[in-house]
C-alpha cells in the first residue's frame, strides 16, 4: 500500500469500509429479515386455510370429515390434519407429519375448526422454495450493493485524486519553474489549495524574476563603476604625469623649460582641466545620490535657449558654422530652469565639436501631445548605430586625439544623461537622413 499511488489508497480504504458497512448490516438485520420472512409465510399460510377455515365454521363433526375430504380433492398440494378435542386425529393428507416434530424451513400453523377440532397445516415445498429464493435474492442484492458501492468507491477515489495528482504533477513542474496553468475552479478545499499553491508560485516567480533583474542590475552597474574608475583613472593619470614631466623639466632647467613663467602657465591649464574632471565627477556623485534635486518652474525655452548660446556663439562662429534658432516665444514648459540650462550647455557644446566647419546647427522647439520637444540638430554630421549608443557613457570619445584637443573632459553627455533621468524627461539621440538630432520632452506650462 506505500508504494501504490493515492488513487488506489482511496479506493481500497473506500472498499474496505463498505465491506465491513455491508457485514455490519447483514449481522445486525439478518435475523429480522429472517423473522420477516417467517411471519409473512405463516401469514399466506393463514389465507391459503382462511376458505377451509370459513367452510367448517358451524357444521357438525359428522360433515367435517366430508368437507374437508372435498377440500383436498381441489387443493392436493395442501399438507395439513385435523385433530379432535380428544387427540384423536380425524384426518390427514398423504406424507404429512403427525409426530409434532418441526423440520428446518417448515412453516406451520394451528387454526381451531368445527366444534372441538383444530386444523394442523404446514408447507414444506413452499418454505424451502422461498427460503431459496429469499437467500438468492439476499445474496443478489449484496452482490448489487457491493458493485454499486466499488463503482462509487472508485468515483469518488478518481474525483478525490485527479485534482490533488494534477496538483502533484503540476508542483513538479513549479520546481524547475516551467509555466503551470491553474486548475479548473473548484469550491472546495481542494480548490482553494491548488489557487493558494499557484498564487504562491506566480509570486516566487516574480520575486525570482526581480531578484534576477536586480542581479544583473547591480552587474551592470558594478562593470559600469570598474569602467567609470578605469577611465577616470586614465583621464586624470596622464595630465598630471605631463604636469610632472613639466615640473621636473623646470626644476633642472632642462633647455626651454627654463622659461619657467611660460610652463608654470600650462601646469596651471592642466591642473584647471582636472580640476574641471573632478568637478563634474562630484556632480554625478551626486545626482546618482540624488543630492541634486529639480525643482520645476514654468519658464520660457526661448529665454533659457538664448542665455546659453552666447557662451558658443563665438566657438561656433570660429568653424564658420552656423546657429539657426526656430523656438517661438509662447512655448513655456514645467522643470528645473538651471537643470536645463546645463544640458542644453552640454548638448550645444557638443553640437559644435562634432559638426563640420561651414555646417548648420539648427535649434527648434515644437508641441508633441502635452509636451514642447527641444530639438538640437549637427547637420552634415553621421555617426554609427552602435557609437550612437555609447556617447552618454563617461569618458568616451569618438576621436579622442581631437577631443584631447577641445579639453572635453568626456563627461558632458553622461552629465546630460544622469540630470535628464533625474528630472524624469524622456529623450534620445539618434541618426537622422539631415544629421545627428538630440531631443527631449518637457511638461508644457
Known amino acids: 500500500m506505500k508504494s501504490r499511488g493515492i488513487l488506489f489508497k482511496v479506493f481500497s480504504y473506500t472498499t474496505i469500509f463498505l465491506l465491513v458497512i455491508i457485514c455490519v448490516t447483514i449481522i445486525l438485520f439478518s435475523r429480522q429479515f429472517l423473522s420477516f420472512y417467517n411471519a409473512t409465510q405463516t401469514q399466506l399460510l393463514y389465507t391459503s386455510y382462511q376458505a377451509l377455515h370459513e367452510q367448517l365454521a358451524g357444521i357438525g363433526n359428522d360433515d367435517i370429515i366430508q368437507v374437508v375430504e372435498e377440500f383436498f380433492a381441489y387443493n392436493q398440494s395442501f399438507t395439513f390434519y385435523i385433530r379432535d378435542d380428544e387427540g384423536r386425529v380425524i384426518f390427514t393428507t398423504p406424507n404429512m407429519d403427525i409426530s409434532g416434530s418441526f423440520n428446518a424451513g417448515e412453516h406451520r400453523i394451528r387454526m381451531a375448526v368445527g366444534s372441538g377440532h383444530t386444523l394442523f397445516a404446514v408447507n414444506r415445498t413452499a418454505s424451502q422454495v422461498n427460503y431459496s429464493g429469499l437467500i438468492q435474492r439476499s445474496l443478489l442484492a449484496l452482490a448489487c450493493m457491493f458493485a454499486v458501492g466499488m463503482l462509487g468507491a472508485f468515483i469518488f477515489a478518481k474525483q478525490m485524486t485527479n485534482p490533488i495528482k494534477k496538483l502533484a504533477d503540476d508542483t513538479k513542474k513549479m520546481i524547475d519553474l516551467q509555466d503551470v496553468f491553474p486548475q479548473p475552479k473548484r469550491n472546495d478545499e481542494i480548490g482553494k489549495l491548488a489557487r493558494d499553491v499557484h498564487s504562491m508560485y506566480d509570486k516566487l516567480k516574480d520575486t525570482i524574476s526581480k531578484l534576477e533583474d536586480e542581479v544583473i542590475r547591480v552587474r551592470e552597474m558594478e562593470e559600469a563603476q570598474r569602467y567609470f574608475f578605469a577611465a577616470a583613472s586614465h583621464e586624470l593619470k596622464t595630465p598630471i604625469a605631463a604636469a610632472s614631466v613639466l615640473l621636473e623639466g623646470m626644476i633642472l632647467n632642462i633647455g626651454d623649460y627654463k622659461d619657467h613663467s611660460k610652463y608654470l602657465k600650462e601646469c596651471i591649464k592642466l ?34 535657449a538664448m542665455s546659453v548660446l552666447p557662451n558658443h556663439q563665438t566657438l561656433a562662429e570660429a568653424n564658420g558654422q552656423q546657429m539657426i534658432i526656430n523656438i517661438p516665444r509662447e512655448h513655456y514648459c514645467i522643470a528645473d530652469k538651471e537643470m536645463l540650462k546645463k544640458v542644453l550647455s552640454n548638448v550645444i557644446l557638443n553640437a559644435v565639436q562634432n559638426t563640420p566647419r561651414m555646417g548648420q546647427i539648427k535649434i527648434w522647439s515644437e508641441p508633441v501631445a502635452d509636451q514642447y520637444r527641444i530639438n538640437v540638430l549637427n547637420t552634415e554630421t553621421t555617426i554609427e548605430k552602435d557609437i550612437l549608443s555609447k556617447l552618454f557613457d563617461p569618458f568616451y570619445r569618438v576621436d579622442k586625439a581631437r577631443s584631447r584637443k577641445n579639453e572635453r573632459s568626456g563627461l558632458g553627455l553622461t552629465i546630460v544623461k544622469k540630470t535628464l533621468e533625474v528630472m524624469g524627461a524622456d529623450f534620445t539621440l539618434e541618426q537622422t537622413e539631415s544629421g545627428v538630432l538630440f531631443w527631449v520632452d518637457l511638461p508644457s506650462a
Open 271 to 304: 591642473m584647471d582641466a582636472q580640476n574641471k574632471i573632478i568637478s563634474e565627477i562630484f556632480e554625478l556623485v551626486n545626482l546618482h545620490d540624488k543630492k541634486i534635486l529639480p525643482i520645476p518652474k514654468a519658464f520660457s525655452i526661448y529665454d533659457v
